[in-house]
């Protein structure tokens, strides 16, 4: 079992910046693969930005060039700047654990980005 506890969410005026924060608890040496994923209201929910255990990096187009993955030992972040209103959504933390081949979430972190 992996436990996902996320930080950082918030207020933030268009153009300005945000840093989510996920720390990974529990079997973490099972997790291959850690990322962000979004979820606005009415939409579904989509992939931001993941990063494997060997640093490779994912973004999805509309976030390319703004927001940027890290990762380091068990915590995994997302530096996002220049925010815009279509950026507000519920942001979860994700980890992949390919064997037993299980998705682990976060409880969510609201992002609101005003214009």
């Known amino acids: 079992q992996v436990q996902l506890v996320e930080s950082g969410g918030g207020l933030v005026q268009a153009g300005g910046s945000l840093r989510l924060s996920c720390a990974a608890s529990?079997?973490?040496?099972?997790?291959?693969?850690m990322g962000w994923y979004r979820q606005a209201p009415g939409k579904q929910r989509e992939l931001v930005a993941v990063?494997?255990?060997?640093?490779v990096t994912n973004y999805a187009a509309s976030v390319k060039g703004r927001f940027t993955i890290s990762r380091d030992k068990n915590m995994v972040y997302l530096q996002m700047n220049s925010l815009k209103p279509d950026d507000t959504a519920v942001y979860y933390c994700?980890?992949?654990?390919?064997?037993?081949?299980?998705?682990?979430w976060g409880q969510g972190t609201q992002v609101t980005v005003s214009s």
């Open positions: 990063v494997t255990r060997s640093a």
């Open positions: 529990g079997s973490i040496f099972s997790i291959n693969r």
């Open positions: 994700n980890a992949y654990a390919m064997v037993p081949g299980i998705d682990y």
